[in-house]
């Protein structure tokens, strides 16, 4: 656990100095948004169809930047080494990357969602409680994943196709689940959603621990 | 400076490696590799690029897994207790495994968290040893190449490891930076911690080293008697024994 916090607030404190990751993520997602919105630019009663495909779009392929991004960092003056020789659980450093992952998104959603609502004339202040579970259900099992596979990938020449290609066929399942969950959030509210998020739950715990279990067998060598 | 406790066996090597091999790709770079490495002494690694030293150092390490043989720290089996013998290593590569964007500090303060080093007195120390106490606010991207070695060093000797593996530690130094990274190594070696250091420069290894052991393709071809020769000795010998440049 105290290794965890430290790799956390080390990876933080570099992320507030340097503000590159959630910079980059957030001109992204933006940029994301803006298109996907006015390229539908659906009418009124139309727009809320359109906003799970754009949050979810925006959310994968920011997400997928920023994943690999946090390892990169590791990579240079091979600090991974560094982190490898110390008398750790290799599970912290998973547990801290999955922990940073998911705050660096969580903060792109905060840029997303307003916009997305804004762009796509939707008020999702009704539902934004229920709105930030999905989110937060869909994110946690998104970077469960992608974390796992961006360290097999970021010593890879190939890694910004590798990632994807590993990444992607399994995280159907999540996406499936966390388009319906949202769209289900914006019509009927959470009682709507429930089989969807079960399935997010499913995926978040099934994947966690099969993070945290494989990770050490792949920090070795 | 007192040394990582533990329960170590008292008449053991401080590391000791028995028939390490490992390939790449089916291309064998160590061959069956055997050493030994006694508290308070410098053993210098000699030899061409492509030897197999990195490698040997990253194993030694606990960074690679060998292909065969075995690696002993205080007489007990590292790999079988990782975290353990981690606690008895410090390693230095190629590069300082210090973040650029934190300060000398700020990098210290982190690796002292992972190795459980309580005693804040512990990075004064080190960043007064070290010579960068009025430069450790700064992020080490501004720095010095010299000055990010230095702080790599802080960082592998933080948590008073018994057994010190440096990497090429004097490349892209210049001639004063050497001077104090070999003063400093003296230092470390007289308080008795073992020192094994991968060096290019012939005359550098025969002044630092109290044992120079030359490796080609993947083995040990040579170790020198306790009397190290001197730089043009020992650079005729690595020319003869392994085609080296002295």
Same mark, same amino acid.
């Given at each position: 656990m105290r290794a965890t916090l430290a790799i956390v607030r080390k990876d933080l404190r570099i992320e507030w100095r340097t503000r590159e990751t959630a910079t980059t993520l957030a001109v992204l997602g933006v940029l994301l948004v803006t298109v996907l919105a006015f390229a539908h630019d659906p009418d009124p009663e139309a727009a809320p169809l359109f906003v799970p495909a754009v949050l979810w779009s925006a959310m994968v392929f920011t997400g997928l930047l920023g994943v690999e991004r946090g390892f990169l960092l590791e990579r240079e003056q091979d600090c991974l080494a560094g982190l490898r020789g110390?008398?750790?659980?290799?599970t912290a450093l998973y547990a801290a990357k999955l922990v940073v992952n998911v705050l660096l998104l969580g903060a792109t959603h905060a840029v997303v969602v307003p916009l997305t609502g804004l762009f796509l004339h939707v008020d999702l202040f009704p539902v934004l409680a229920p709105l930030a579970l999905v989110l937060l259900l869909g994110t946690v099992g998104f970077a469960a994943v992608a974390t796992l596979f961006a360290f097999v990938t970021?010593?890879?020449?190939s890694r910004q196709v590798m990632l994807p290609l590993l990444v992607l066929p399994l995280l159907i399942p999540l996406l499936i689940a966390a388009v319906k969950a949202t769209e289900a959030v914006l019509g009927a509210g959470l009682a709507g959603a429930r089989d969807a998020l079960g399935v997010l739950v499913s995926f978040d715990v099934i994947f966690v621990t099969a993070g945290a279990l494989l990770f050490p067998a792949i920090v070795r060598d | 400076m007192e040394r990582a406790s533990g329960s170590a066996l008292v008449s053991a090597p401080a590391l000791e490696a028995r028939g390490v091999s490992r390939d790449f790709g089916g291309r064998?770079?160590?061959?069956g590799v055997d050493l030994s490495l006694a508290a308070g002494e410098t053993v210098v690694l000699l030899g061409p690029n492509g030897a197999g030293k990195s490698t040997l150092l990253r194993i030694l390490a606990l960074l690679l897994s060998p292909r065969d043989g075995t690696i002993l720290i205080q007489g007990r089996d590292a790999r079988a207790a990782r975290p353990p013998a981690l606690r008895h290593i410090g390693y230095l590569g190629h590069e300082s495994a210090c973040y650029p964007d934190l300060t000398a500090r700020e990098n210290l303060e982190f690796y002292a968290e992972l190795f459980g080093?309580?005693?804040?007195?512990r990075i004064d120390e080190l960043l007064e040893w070290t010579g960068l106490a009025e430069a450790?606010? !700064?992020?080490? !991207?501004?720095?010095s190449r010299g000055m990010v070695q230095r702080v790599g060093l802080a960082r592998a000797l933080l948590h008073r490891p018994s057994v010190l593996l440096l990497d090429e530690?004097?490349?892209?130094?210049d001639p004063a930076a050497s001077e104090a990274l070999d003063e400093r190594l003296r230092a470390v070696r007289a308080e008795g911690c073992a020192v094994l250091a991968a060096v290019h420069d012939v005359p550098r290894a025969a002044a630092l080293a109290t044992r120079v052991l030359v490796l080609h393709a993947g083995r040990i071809v040579w170790t020198s008697p306790a009397v190290v020769p001197d730089a043009a000795g020992l650079a005729e010998i690595y020319r003869a024994r392994a085609g080296g440049r002295g």
């Open positions: 110390a008398p750790i659980d290799p970021v010593r890879l020449r | 064998p770079v160590l061959r080093v309580d005693d804040a007195s450790a606010g !700064r992020p080490l !991207r501004t720095c530690p004097f490349t892209g130094l």
